[in-house]
């Protein structure tokens, strides 16, 4: 924290445990003290999915193995992206306990926070599987961690984000369309679209926001008349003292264009959008940004438990004691915990043969799986909610 101007902990202040719990490292002085250090294995689980989510989506796992590599223990976890349900193991580790104890917060942290963000982005995402949704809530997050944010949004099946750091981290171009202020400062809409054409580059499709000053029906017509044939789309963001209904302004934005010859043209909106907003818009509506609703999404409640030391099965009260493995089945999306020694189980719905999703990333302090672009991780999210939306798990 020394020297650093921003109120956020940097990689190295992680590292030396800055922002672990107090007690993880006093409980880290008196073992050491003793002369103790005992083999354990223990294992993150959800006891719930926030607002009464049936399944959540892992996410966060990068920053974590990046946290553990190097340290003499063994992970393994699902993959980023995998769909998880409350009660069963997305991650363990294997260790000698003083070896890793004091980094539970910070490993908690990363998973807790990603995996909100991810699984809140994927519920959004179930209402639009065929039409792109964005991140926008960049800003009503802390900005240091604005790229965490926009990474977890978009493996949880956002489109495409809005800030330049976290769209590089992806490797994504970022998205955006143009500010109120943009509008304001140059005075008068029309100008502002016609100078928006003449100066952004060829590629950036021409997204007209048209309710500073206008009523949203006219504002189109002022944005088609402005690019003509250039206009690509244009973005709603009405205020919600004005939203009335909200379908009939859109309606009636859509008929306007169509009849004079804009049927092309696309409808975006933003401002206050959640699922449910998505859901009941999605036929009259062509892309979605998303804001505060995924930036500050509920966090999953990961706990981490030792479930077995030196060898033996042993838990606190209300946790099941011993190594475990998830089965999933690829079929109806059925998941089983089973004891990690089990014969790979058949599906009790479908009997189909189950996978089990629990895979070794980090062995004795080495990486041997190496780090997984966002697209694949995104790619497992979406054909899940593809899944889901067949076999009508939501
Ligand atoms: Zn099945």
């Given at each position: 924290?020394?020297?650093?101007p921003?109120?956020?902990?940097?990689?190295?202040?992680?590292?030396k445990?800055?922002?672990a719990?107090?007690?993880?490292?006093?409980?880290?002085?008196?073992?050491e003290?003793?002369?103790?250090?005992p083999l354990v294995?223990?294992?993150?689980?959800?006891?719930?999915i926030?607002?009464?989510?049936?399944?959540?989506i892992?996410?966060?796992l990068?920053?974590?193995?990046?946290?553990l590599?190097?340290?003499?223990?063994t992970?393994k976890a699902?993959?980023?992206?995998?769909l998880?349900?409350p009660?069963?193991?997305?991650?363990?580790i294997?260790?000698?306990?003083?070896d890793?104890?004091?980094f539970?917060?910070?490993?908690?942290?990363?998973?807790?926070?990603s995996?909100?963000?991810?699984?809140?982005?994927a519920?959004?995402?179930?209402?639009?599987?065929?039409?792109?949704v964005?991140?926008?809530?960049?800003?009503r997050?802390?900005p240091?961690?604005?790229?965490?944010v926009?990474?977890a949004?978009?493996?949880g099946?956002?489109?495409g984000?809005?800030?330049?750091?976290?769209?590089e981290i992806l490797?994504?171009?970022?998205v955006?369309?143009?500010?109120?202020?943009?509008?304001?400062?140059?005075?008068?809409?029309k100008?502002?679209?016609?100078?928006?054409?003449?100066f952004?580059?060829?590629?950036?499709?021409?997204?007209?926001l048209?309710?500073?000053?206008?009523?949203?029906k006219?504002?189109?017509?002022t944005a088609?008349e402005?690019?003509?044939?250039?206009?690509?789309a244009?973005r709603?963001d009405t205020p919600?003292s004005?939203?009335g209904?909200?379908r009939?302004?859109?309606?009636?934005?859509?008929?306007?264009l169509?009849?004079?010859?804009?049927?092309?043209?696309?409808i975006?909106?933003?401002?206050?959008?959640?699922e449910n907003t998505v859901?009941e818009l999605?036929?009259?509506?062509?892309?979605?940004g998303?804001?505060?609703?995924?930036s500050?999404a509920?966090?999953?409640?990961?706990s981490?438990?030792?479930?077995?030391k030196?060898?033996?099965?042993?838990?606190?009260?209300?946790?099941k004691?011993?190594?475990?493995?998830?089965?999933?089945?690829?079929d109806?999306?059925?998941?089983r915990?089973?004891?990690e020694?089990?014969?790979?189980?058949?599906?009790?719905?479908?009997?189909?043969?189950?996978?089990?999703?629990?895979?070794?990333?980090i062995?004795?302090?080495l990486?041997?799986?190496?780090?997984?672009?966002?697209?694949?991780?995104?790619?497992?999210?979406?054909?899940?909610?593809?899944?889901?939306?067949?076999?009508?798990l939501?």
């Amino acid at each position: 924290m020394k020297g650093n101007p921003f109120f956020y902990a940097d990689e190295d202040d992680i590292r030396k445990g800055l922002v672990a719990d107090v007690y993880f490292l006093r409980g880290k002085k008196i073992m050491e003290s003793l002369g103790l250090n005992p083999l354990v294995y223990g294992e993150v689980t959800a006891s719930g999915i926030p607002e009464n989510g049936s399944f959540g989506i892992f996410c966060g796992l990068e920053e974590v193995l990046r946290l553990l590599e190097g340290l003499p223990v063994t992970v393994k976890a699902m993959p980023e992206g995998s769909l998880f349900y409350p009660g069963e193991p997305v991650l363990s580790i294997e260790g000698a306990y003083n070896d890793f104890g004091i980094f539970e917060t910070a490993f908690l942290g990363f998973l807790c926070f990603s995996s909100g963000i991810a699984t809140k982005s994927a519920r959004m995402k179930l209402n639009c599987l065929d039409k792109p949704v964005y991140s926008f809530g960049a800003r009503r997050t802390h900005p240091s961690i604005a790229p965490a944010v926009e990474r977890a949004a978009y493996i949880g099946g956002c489109d495409g984000v809005a800030t330049i750091a976290a769209a590089e981290i992806l490797g994504l171009k970022p998205v955006g369309t143009m500010a109120h202020a943009y509008i304001i400062a140059i005075g008068d809409p029309k100008e502002a679209y016609i100078n928006y054409d003449r100066f952004i580059d060829e590629d950036i499709p021409r997204v007209a926001l048209i309710d500073t000053f206008e009523d949203e029906k006219f504002g189109a017509l002022t944005a088609a008349e402005a690019l003509g044939e250039r206009l690509y789309a244009v973005r709603l963001d009405t205020p919600g003292s004005r939203r009335g209904n909200f379908r009939k302004i859109i309606e009636e934005v859509r008929w306007e264009l169509n009849l004079r010859g804009y049927s092309n043209v696309k409808i975006f909106i933003s401002g206050g959008i959640d699922e449910n907003t998505v859901k009941e818009l999605y036929e009259i509506v062509d892309a979605f940004g998303i804001g505060t609703a995924i930036s500050n999404a509920r966090v999953i409640d990961f706990s981490f438990d030792i479930v077995e030391k030196e060898g033996k099965p042993i838990a606190k009260r209300g946790k099941k004691s011993g190594r475990k493995q998830v089965y999933e089945c690829k079929d109806c999306l059925k998941h089983r915990v089973l004891p990690e020694e089990s014969e790979i189980p058949t599906c009790p719905e479908c009997l189909s043969k189950m996978e089990p999703l629990l895979l070794t990333y980090i062995d004795g302090g080495l990486r041997i799986v190496k780090e997984e672009k966002p697209q694949f991780s995104r790619d497992r999210t979406i054909k899940y909610l593809r899944k889901i939306k067949e076999v009508s798990l939501d």
